[in-house]
């Protein structure tokens, strides 16, 4: 099988290379805006299979070229391509993957606002043209989204009923020496869902917004991380699984660890304009406020913020519901530590645990254990297998079941 893999930072730059060490890809296409920096990347994992394109995910013609003869294209860049990335596959005959969905389309959603569609549905109305072709485009296969969205299926196949499903990102990484402000994943995507968006919750069968770092709690992540204040950000968890686990769920929302300083920066930033993704004229010149943040922010595929971060990962989804009458919660969690992930892979462990669950479902879709056709999240197939090929390589999860 030949795949091309879109945007080699950290989390696609794992994925290639995970890939290009496997019997089922003949050939894997890293691609990046320029071949120099994808060549970079080619290099860097050193096999005969990996080759090195350009290819610009704004150029839907440009891209199409690309594709020509390519099995499976993962989509690793920023979610605002993902809509013409996905025109471009369809066009080629390409199945496609991504690890998120482009949440910034509802930016003017405000709470309160009545909310039918949401914007993975963009990507899954689809399905039918997919379909059509005989092709699979297989969404949110990150880590949250993705592995978190299998454990919420394989928690909710073992109940009655689902009451909640709720998924919490729990890390106390940090970089030594460096007290900037700092993200552990992609600058853009932090500020776009933490920031700029109001949180959507899946609430009494409807999708409601609630203001982004507003709502928040203490949960209890497994050691060695312990007690954390999480934060209700927006995230792509709860535009799917309230609808797609049809067990009765009445609440599902996502919350993620934030130290005070980086929620009160977040929130300031906000207040004055900084996260906006539209520009504004400064002394005559178009300046996007997004994009002077993130100028000003280490990348987390820069080597140095990668191998002195230190600390741990815990990423997982507890489920609450019923079975044969007794209230249950069912907690299903990955844990990464970061000196280790540098150490084996050189990347974050947040990167790692984003490329993982691509990575293991491509080798799956190549080995013909993926087989369905259309558009579709993680928690739509059957996730025995999909655990069972997480722990094969390496991407180990546990889990905690209690009676309530």
């Known amino acids: 099988m030949k795949v091309l893999v879109l945007g080699v930072g950290a989390v696609g730059t794992v994925i290639a290379d995970v890939l290009s060490k496997q019997e089922e890809f003949d050939e894997v296409i890293v691609a990046d805006l320029t071949k120099e920096h994808a060549q970079k990347v080619a290099d860097k994992i050193g096999s005969s299979k990996t080759t090195a394109i350009a290819m610009n995910a704004n150029n839907v013609e440009e891209m199409k070229a690309g594709l020509k003869d390519v099995d499976l294209v993962i989509n690793a860049v920023l979610p605002r391509f993902f809509l013409k990335i996905m ?26 606002n009545k909310i039918d569609k949401v914007p993975i549905d963009l990507q899954l109305e689809q399905d039918a043209k997919w379909k059509e072709a005989g092709l699979s485009a297989m969404l949110c296969w990150g880590n949250d989204p993705g592995a978190c969205n299998v454990y919420a299926r394989y928690a909710a196949d073992g109940m009655d009923t689902v009451e909640k499903i709720l998924v919490r990102d729990g890390d106390n990484g940090y970089v030594k020496g460096y007290d900037g402000f700092v993200a552990l994943w992609s600058p853009d995507t932090l500020i776009e869902e933490v920031a700029l968006m109001n949180a959507l919750v899946w609430k009494d069968g409807h999708f409601e917004r609630v203001p982004s770092l507003e709502v928040s709690e203490v949960f209890e992540f497994p050691p060695p991380i312990g007690k954390l204040r999480v934060w209700a950000v927006d995230h792509e968890e709860p535009e799917t699984l309230g609808r797609t686990i049809n067990k009765g769920c009445k609440e599902c929302n996502f919350m993620i660890a934030l130290g005070d300083e980086t929620a009160e920066l977040l929130k300031v ?17 178009e300046v996007y406020p997004r994009d002077v943040v993130t100028a000003l922010m280490p990348s987390p595929s820069d080597p140095e913020i990668q191998k002195n971060t230190a600390g741990t990962a815990i990423v997982g989804t507890v489920v609450i519901g019923t ?6 919660s069912h907690y299903i969690y990955q844990r990464a530590d970061y000196a280790e992930c540098y150490k084996k892979y050189e990347a974050t462990a947040v990167a790692w645990q984003t490329a993982m669950p691509a990575a293991v479902a491509a080798i799956m879709f190549a080995k013909g254990e993926i087989t369905k056709k259309g558009v579709f999240t993680p928690e739509q ?7 069972k090929r997480f722990k094969e390589f390496g991407f180990t999860w546990e889990e905690q079941k209690r009676e309530l």
């Open 269 to 285: 930033l906000r207040k004055i304009g900084m996260v906006r993704p539209d520009p504004i004229n400064v002394k005559g010149v």
């Open 87 to 112: 025109k471009a596959a369809l066009e080629s005959r390409t199945s496609y993957m991504d690890m998120a969905t482009d949440l910034g389309v509802a930016a003017h959603e405000k709470p309160g």
């Open 323 to 328: 079975k044969d009458g007794k209230k249950i």
């Open 381 to 387: 197939l059957d996730p025995i297998p999909i655990l």
